[in-house]
């Protein structure tokens, strides 16, 4: 067993994480074949439950017995198991399409040697996986490991611009957390948030490339949704370099040719808007699905501009916007309904994605559901509630897909609504 293989069991066994078996392998070629037989678990079944008495209620209750079927109005968010499972894993996207979604995420950056791999952020290494508990990969973390002392938290930056492919290929994914009172690497690993779980993240499952990502998910016969991350380096990289933002741009696209997909497959998504003008300019058949994800109202005051910003976008050729639930909902006379921006989005006559769903923890503690209720928490309070928020997304605003962490809800409502 090599040096590296025992520092990982060593990490995960101290962490309360158990020793991977077959590390990096997962015996599943030629055996992922498309799922027939939608499985929900109990989930949706507990919040139509926990739901307020009226007609939408009603309405869902009577679908409880129905036989559901993957509907692409169910889009995951990095595999759509990830309330439970370590994000873009195989067992997160598992996961997610037994749930019923229809079309799989890939958020997608790159390594020191310019590999394409799957992760949410470019540099979240050090919360979604062990790097920091490996001495020899913790030590090339653009911020290695620094303990908690003295009042101040732990502290850790490790980007896949950090690492090679092949040694990103050494690491476990886990749940995206850590602990800032940590004192030791090991202990760093934890913090998964008590509304999540560890359950299933016993076993060591790869990172996995883009290549790998794209085969899994043909194999299930889904669409797929791969998002270009924005970097967290300076482009070119590494300075003075020729891999610029387009070329990164235009990496991504010929993952998918090569692979032999159709451009009616893929949705490709950026939070640049440059990167949508080049595939529109680029790649003009990928770009026709092309999302523009946006979060520009987030800063105080900033709405205005974004709602204003829609027609451009329009003109410009793009065709989907993806906002946050936020963006999307308001709260007027006890009811949710459609905000300014939705309403400017469809008479923009752009399509609307939006996210993410299953992202906020508890919605009856007191909290309201965190940022993706913020627009709506006067009126939220209970878990039952995500169905009203879907109804008034799907029924009033017409979007056309939901992101969600855990797939299982949109996929009912979706298939109560035959939305698919």
Request: hydrophobic share 40%.
């Amino acid at each position: 067993m090599s040096a590296i293989r025992l520092l990982i069991c060593a990490a995960l066994v101290t962490s309360g994480l158990a020793v991977p078996s077959a590390h990096g392998k997962h015996h599943h070629d030629g055996l992922v074949k498309p799922v027939k037989r939608v499985s929900l678990g109990p989930r949706p079944f507990w919040l139509v439950d926990d739901m307020d008495d009226g007609p939408l209620k009603r309405k869902l209750a009577s679908c409880a017995d129905m036989e559901m079927k993957p509907s692409a109005w169910s889009i995951s968010h990095r595999g759509g198991g990830t309330l439970q499972f370590p994000e873009h894993t195989y067992e997160s996207i598992m996961a997610g399409t037994r749930m019923g979604a229809g079309i799989q995420e890939c958020d997608v950056t790159f390594t020191k040697d310019r590999q394409l791999v799957c992760r949410h952020a470019q540099c979240d290494l050090h919360s979604t996986t062990n790097v920091v508990a490996i001495p020899e990969l913790n030590a090339k973390c653009t911020v290695p490991f620094k303990p908690a002392a003295n009042g101040s938290e732990a502290t850790a930056k490790c980007c896949t611009s950090d690492f090679t492919l092949a040694e990103i290929k050494t690491l476990c994914a886990k749940m995206d957390a850590y602990n800032p009172e940590a004192t030791t690497p090991e202990a760093y690993l934890g913090g998964t948030p008590a509304y999540q779980t560890d359950l299933y993240a016993k076993t060591c499952s790869p990172v996995l490339t883009l290549r790998e990502f794209i085969k899994l998910v043909d194999d299930l016969g889904l669409k797929f949704t791969p998002e270009l991350k924005t970097p967290e380096v300076p482009m070119p990289f590494p300075p003075g370099s020729d891999y610029t933002q387009a070329r990164f741009a235009q990496q991504m696209i010929d993952e998918f040719k090569k692979a032999g997909i159709k451009p009616e497959r893929v949705f490709p998504q950026s939070f640049l808007y440059d990167d949508i003008l080049y595939w529109l300019e680029a790649e003009p058949r990928w770009a026709k699905q092309a999302v523009l994800l946006d979060e520009s109202g987030d800063a105080p005051g900033a709405m205005p501009q974004a709602i204003a910003n829609l027609q451009k976008y329009a003109k410009a050729g793009v065709k989907i916007i993806a906002p946050p639930l936020p963006y999307l909902v308001t709260a007027k006379d006890g009811k949710i309904v459609p905000s300014e921006y939705a309403i400017a989005a469809k008479k923009a006559r752009l399509k609307i994605i939006t996210w993410t769903l299953e992202r906020s923890g508890w919605l009856g503690d007191g909290s309201g559901g965190g940022y993706y209720y913020s627009s709506v928490a006067n009126i939220t309070n209970n878990e039952g509630d995500v169905f009203n928020l879907l109804h008034v997304l799907a029924q009033d605003v017409g979007v056309i897909g939901v992101f969600s962490d855990w797939s299982a809800t949109v996929t009912y409502y979706a298939n109560c609504f035959g939305l698919f």
